[in-house]
């Protein structure tokens, strides 16, 4: 395998693409694509932009609010309200960041009702008693949904390890270090559609030890 | 599904699909749910590998997302531009229905008779329609503004526009109905 990064600079991100059969130039223009479709009322591709960023976004949230319970909850209602605000999205950042800033202000709106909310049990418990109830309640994850998130940190560990070495590394070389099919396949010395069948046959094996914990 | 439309799936998360691309795929994709739990699975497999620990996203949590779209308090489309919905409506068949019957009865109720109609001709017309031409009753106007005002509900403003603009050109008696339904929202 060729050293990677190369030092020279040789490889360097390609330019946007205007050409409609021209690849788009990343994730951020494939998503500026899908966005578009979904302002012109396509609903599949806004559903795509949920399925990439889902676990972004819970992931976010859950750590924002320290609460797991209520991550996916508070996550879903920034979704719902980056689905109607769509039309005023314009471009000028990545959509992520975006929604980033949707999913930030939609947890600390939580936050700040949950800090209104009366708790049924004031009346029972003094002062250091609720404090600790409260304190408690944020720091416990659920045992299911932490039972699940280590199966699939492990099982998609164990997968990775026991691909061939050609698709691990081209997995590796783009889910982790974020680099495109062209500068993946420079490091790789291979063409560019290899890279790309390469990385899919690897996400095809590890989807194949997720399923069942998926399903 | 084949491999092909799967390694598709794979580059659109990576974003090296072209444009045509992605749209051939999103519509594919919206049919095939077997697809969408690729793109997600891909997906889930790249956060771990970026960001391993930490909570992620249910199986289910899309499709709650999705329903909560539809459902009743949030089932709006997107607050986008007009210009940008226009296309799309302009395919509506409802649309286009309610146009279509708007012109045609329009040229039903404005056809003049003609001078070297025969008088046998005359006689096999309604007789609506010879006095509708000449001088519209105010039964008659009200019975147009009527069926105007029904399909102005599956109609854009333009296209009720333009169907108020023939009909005013003959009767002007209908002017202020017409005010009426086009300031409607």
């Not at chain 1, 399925?51 to 859950?62: D, E, M, P, S």
């Not at chain 1, 720091?139 to 698709?167: C, F, G, M, Y």
């Not at chain 2, 039964?139 to 105007?148: I, V």
Request: hydrophobic fraction near 40%.
């Amino acid at each position: 395998m060729a050293n990677f990064p190369p030092s020279d600079g040789s490889i360097k991100p390609r330019e946007p693409a205007d050409d409609d059969s021209r690849p788009t130039a990343g994730v951020e223009q494939s998503d500026l694509e899908l966005v578009k479709r979904a302002q012109r009322g396509e609903r599949g591709a806004f559903d795509l932009l949920v399925l990439r960023y889902q676990h972004k976004v819970v992931k976010l949230v859950a750590r924002l609010l320290r609460d797991p319970t209520e991550a996916e909850d508070v996550a879903q209602e920034a979704f719902v309200k980056a689905y109607r605000a769509l039309g005023s999205f314009r471009g000028d950042s990545a959509f992520y960041t975006w929604l980033y800033r949707i999913a930030v202000n939609t947890a600390r709106n939580s936050i700040a009702s949950r800090q209104r909310r009366p708790l049924d049990y004031e009346a029972d418990l003094s002062e250091s008693e609720q404090t600790a109830v409260e304190s408690r309640m944020r720091h416990t994850d659920t045992p299911e949904a932490n039972v699940l998130s280590e199966e699939i940190r492990s099982t998609v560990n164990r997968a990775v390890e026991d691909l061939p070495e050609d698709l691990r590394t081209a997995i590796i070389l783009r889910e982790v270090e974020g680099l495109s099919y062209e500068e993946i396949a420079a490091a790789m010395d291979c063409p560019v559609g290899t890279v790309r069948s390469r990385i899919f046959r690897a996400r095809e094996a590890i989807d194949r030890n997720l399923k069942p914990l998926l399903d | 599904m084949t491999d092909q439309i799967r390694e598709q799936v794979s580059a659109l998360l990576d974003g090296e699909l072209s444009r045509d691309e992605i749209g051939l795929l999103v519509r594919r994709m919206e049919r095939d749910p077997e697809l969408r739990r690729s793109f997600g699975s891909y997906s889930l497999i790249g956060e771990t590998l970026r960001a391993p620990g930490g909570l992620t996203a249910r199986p289910s949590f899309a499709a709650r997302v999705s329903a909560a779209i539809d459902g009743p308090e949030s089932g709006r489309v997107p607050d986008v531009p007009a210009a940008a919905r226009s296309p799309a409506f302009w395919r509506r068949p409802a649309f286009a229905t309610a146009i279509a019957a708007g012109v045609a009865v329009a040229g039903f109720l404005l056809v003049q008779p003609s001078t070297t109609t025969s008088p046998t001709s005359l006689v096999a017309r309604p007789a609506l329609v010879y006095r509708a031409a000449a001088s519209p009753t105010p039964a008659q106007s009200q019975r147009l503004a009527g069926y105007l005002v029904a399909h102005s509900q599956f109609s854009s403003p333009m296209g009720r526009r333009s169907v108020w603009s023939g009909l005013l050109a003959a009767d002007p008696s209908l002017q202020r109905v017409a005010y009426e339904i086009q300031d409607a929202p």
